[in-house]
């Protein structure tokens, strides 16, 4: 099982810790990406990691704002999003895939999802 937690209400400017964590499975042995569905759109990948923690995707309008890192002592995975713009908004996903095309410019996901955690970027 994979949760997400700490999305909520932020003004622009600010930031937003998210984070994925899971029970039964360690996220070290899986590809992580953090996707975005805002309403009446397509999901879309955010960000992604390896298994090796050596590649990593970031869309292009999150990329000098957003971070992604793994805690492996703890099986966490986290999105930092700092400067968050209203286009951020959004239900974000975690996935641990088990299908995977990740490179520095794609990513494209398949696996074990998460219920999602909502952002929403308002002043």
């Known amino acids: 099982q994979v949760v997400e937690s700490g999305g909520g209400v932020v003004q622009p400017g600010g930031s937003l810790r998210l984070s994925c964590s899971a029970s039964?499975?360690?996220?070290?042995?899986?590809?992580i990406g953090w996707f975005r569905q805002a309403p009446g759109r397509d999901r879309e990948a955010v960000s992604c990691?390896?298994?090796?923690?050596?590649?990593?995707y970031y869309k292009d309008s999150v990329k000098g704002r957003f971070t992604i890192s793994r805690d492996s002592a703890n099986n966490v995975v986290s999105l930092q999003m700092n400067n968050v713009l209203p286009l951020d908004s959004g239900d974000y996903y975690c996935?641990?895939?088990?299908?995977?095309?990740?490179?520095?410019?794609?990513?494209?996901?398949?696996?074990?999802w998460g219920q999602g955690t909502q952002v929403t970027v308002s002043p």
């Open positions: 039964g499975i360690s996220l070290d042995d899986y590809v």
């Open positions: 996935v641990a895939a088990s299908s995977t095309i990740i490179a520095r410019n794609v990513c494209i996901l398949d696996g074990i």
């Open positions: 990691v390896n298994k090796e923690n050596t590649t990593f």
